[in-house]
């Protein structure tokens, strides 16, 4: 059966350059044997998630009446994805992060486990005016994206543009496209395509968290590294021990999921009385009628 790759476009602007970077990705995917389909999440009705965590708890489908199922099984047949999004605010749209939120339904475990049993990649595509230094955000959180598809991201790229569909101009980003299309394809056929190109070298970031003293962990992987000055310049190392608790690791998700989430349900159950009396003491009346 034919491998199937998967293109999110998160822009408002139709055949813009996310667009424009996307569909190149997935041309390139189909010559290297792939079949490709095209999803805008901006055509899509999202709702916001409402926290009830019955997807989780109880393995039900969200209960929110829109477009988000159809998303979630187009994602979840599919094998690899080429995810793409433009630059606001130093980061991707909101509708990223409104998708990114319902996405918990494949957290569940039998879902978790189900996913994580097939051979799976992605590939980033982002588009930022200036990308090296107003767009710190775009890539991590498409990679979070990435991260609840149970899709590890093999390459990436951010390009410079602005005006809707300019980097059809632009033969280096055409280049990067093709590249990161093509390489989901080399991925999901077991080729080693990663490109941890960044300080981190579970998911190539380049953000840090200061921990103390020395220490710094990524926020993305959830694992600590240690700074160095090493002949003037600052390094940074992680050692084997915290590359085997990244979040990237299908039993570390797993063990967050069974041992961490799930349990909060009964205990939460055994605190609601109590909750409800700290809570109307607070705030009396208006406790009462919320």
């Known amino acids: 059966m034919a491998l199937k790759v998967l293109g999110l476009v998160a822009s408002y602007r139709k055949m813009g350059n996310t667009e424009v970077l996307v569909r190149l990705a997935l041309r390139a995917a189909e010559r290297g044997g792939a079949r490709t389909d095209l999803i805008r999440l901006t055509d899509l009705e999202i709702r916001p998630c409402k926290g009830c965590m019955a997807c989780l708890f109880k393995g039900e489908r969200c209960a929110i009446d829109d477009d988000m199922p159809e998303l979630i ?11 793409g999004a433009p630059t606001y605010i130093l980061g991707p749209p909101g509708i990223v992060k409104m998708a990114l939120d319902r996405l918990i339904e494949l957290m ?19 588009v930022a005016t200036e990308p090296d230094t107003w767009a710190p955000f775009t890539l991590p959180m498409l990679k979070l994206f990435c991260y609840a598809c149970a899709a590890p991201p093999v390459d990436w790229e951010i390009v410079a543009a602005s005006g809707p569909g300019e980097v059809a101009l632009d033969e280096r980003a055409i280049e990067a496209a093709e590249r990161v299309g093509l390489n989901v394809v080399k991925a999901l056929r077991g080729e080693d395509v990663r490109k941890p190109e960044g300080v981190c070298p579970v998911c190539g970031g380049k953000l840090l968290e200061l921990v103390g003293g020395p220490e710094v962990s990524c926020p993305l992987c959830g694992i600590i590294g240690r700074l160095e000055l090493v002949d003037g310049q600052v390094k940074v190392s992680f050692g084997p021990d915290e590359l085997e608790k990244a979040r990237w690791r299908f039993e570390n998700a797993l063990r967050h999921v069974l041992e961490v989430i799930l349990p909060t349900r009964e205990k939460y159950r055994r605190l609601l ?7 109307e003491e607070l705030f009396g009346e208006d406790a009462r009628s919320a």
């Open 73 to 83: 099984d187009a994602i979840t047949g599919s094998d690899g994805l080429i995810v």
């Open 108 to 126: 569940h475990p039998d879902r978790l486990k189900a996913l994580w049993a097939r051979r799976r990649a992605s590939g980033l595509l982002a």
């Open 273 to 279: 009385p109590e909750i409800r009396k700290a809570v």
